[in-house]
């Protein structure tokens, strides 16, 4: 790619302060010459922090480089591999997201992390879907005991029409069986439509603590409070509940081996009262706002935020951010890459890690310097685009497709001599 960050330098040279680090925690331990799945094995986000060269925050060096340890140390991060591969929603490329299935598919083809997204139920359990209205990701149009159930309802400042999960009780969301939510772009997908029921996050939590033991490594997980302002306000709070959860579960605190997440800050800011996992402020496109900011006045928008002083406020109450791939790599109207920008940089310098969103196969998700052909079903250079993002020195980022996040971070890794 011809593609430059602003200041001139390649993104090859932008993670070269990074790279001097990793090589040097790698010949210490003998890691070196055993390939990219041994610098896994070794614990490469551990790595940075015992290799004595994190920079103070917003140091000379820092900015100069453009990289930071890529590590919140003290939060249990840093015993996470480096980059970080994301099973967004677990592995949707090729299981309805969000099921039994697509979950256990990520982590046999490598993810580190799995993500659920946490919506409750009118009795107060906190299940897995990607919204509240599963009217795309179930079969409850199907269940004529459920029709009068159907409602309108405007969800942070948007009307939508559908079934809700706050309308039903556990027991009648497990009569439910998921589906494929984008068939017409993942038609094999609805192969399994029926197959698997919602998941609660307890049943996740005890799946991942099983298959931890099974696979001989620890298995993380990344749980969204989705919507959290609305769900306040209809008296069933995200943030007391997923508190509660993740202690009945052993995943509070540090070494609890759970990432917390929210597009509103002050769902984030909730939880750090409530238990110490590290936390990432999920972020928009530029001109949008908070749906939290929105019902307070904050004029505020994400491109607000993205500026240094909008990160260090980020950092006052959140590890790292979760921004759209555009706000680091951008493309212009025709899809086509654009200059980097200096969010990496910037996110760096204060003490933020980045986990950009979303990563697949797809040609339709592709910037057009990646599409293989004109079909947009159709899988373009995927691992390319990883390589890509990685080279720009994000900390991982979240990917529908693991196995592939998993072949370009090897790549990654063999061309900054890691083998």
């Not at 009795?123 to 159930?149: C, K, M, S, Y």
């Not at 069933?236 to 959860?245: K, S, T």
Request: charged residues 25%.
């Amino acid at each position: 790619m011809t593609n430059r960050p602003l200041d001139g330098s390649s993104p090859a040279e932008s993670a070269q302060g990074a790279d001097s680090s990793r090589r040097r925690f790698l010949r210490a331990t003998g890691a070196v010459g055993l390939g990219a799945a041994a610098f896994s094995a070794a614990g490469a986000g551990e790595a940075f922090a015992a290799s004595g060269d994190e920079q103070p925050d917003g140091s000379e060096a820092a900015r100069a480089s453009g990289t930071r340890t890529p590590v919140r140390t003290g939060t249990g991060l840093d015993r996470l591999p480096h980059p970080l591969i994301i099973g967004h929603r677990g592995a949707p490329g090729y299981r309805p997201e969000e099921t039994l299935g697509s979950y256990e598919l990520a982590l046999e083809l490598g993810a580190d992390v799995i993500e659920p997204d946490l919506v409750p139920t009118k009795d107060g359990h906190l299940v897995i879907r990607h919204e509240n209205n599963i009217a795309e990701t179930t079969n409850v149009a199907d269940h004529p005991e459920f029709a009068g159930r159907k409602a309108t309802k405007t969800i942070d400042g948007v009307s939508l029409t559908g079934w809700f999960t706050e309308d039903f009780t556990l027991a009648e969301l497990k009569t439910l069986r998921a589906k494929e939510r984008l068939p017409l772009q993942r038609q094999r997908n609805t192969l399994y439509d029926g197959r698997w029921q919602i998941l609660t996050f307890r049943e996740l939590a005890d799946f991942a603590r099983k298959r931890s033991r099974s696979l001989g490594r620890d298995i993380w997980l990344y749980p969204e409070t989705k919507h959290p302002s609305y769900f306040r306000s209809i008296g069933l709070p995200l943030e007391e509940r997923l508190a509660d959860e993740l202690r009945r579960t052993g995943l509070a605190g540090k070494r609890g081996q759970a990432i917390l997440q929210s597009f509103e800050p002050s769902s984030l800011q909730r939880l750090a009262k409530l238990v110490d996992n590290p936390r990432i402020q999920l972020l928009g496109n530029p001109d949008t706002r908070p749906y939290d900011f929105v019902l307070s006045g904050d004029k505020r928008t994400v491109a607000d935020l993205v500026t240094p002083a909008g990160l260090r406020w980020i950092a006052s109450f959140a590890h790292g951010i979760g921004p759209t791939t555009q706000l680091v790599a951008p493309v212009d109207a025709t899809g086509k890459l654009q200059q980097p920008t200096t969010l990496v940089r910037d996110a760096h310098a204060a003490n933020l890690l980045l986990h950009p969103y979303t990563v697949r196969n797809e040609n339709g998700f592709l910037p057009v310097d990646y599409r293989r052909g004109t079909d947009p079903n159709a899988y373009g250079d995927a691992i390319g685009w990883a390589c890509y993002l990685y080279e720009l020195g994000v900390d991982g980022f979240f990917t529908d497709q693991t196995d592939t996040s998993v072949l370009a971070r090897q790549d990654f890794w063999a061309a900054k001599g890691v083998n």
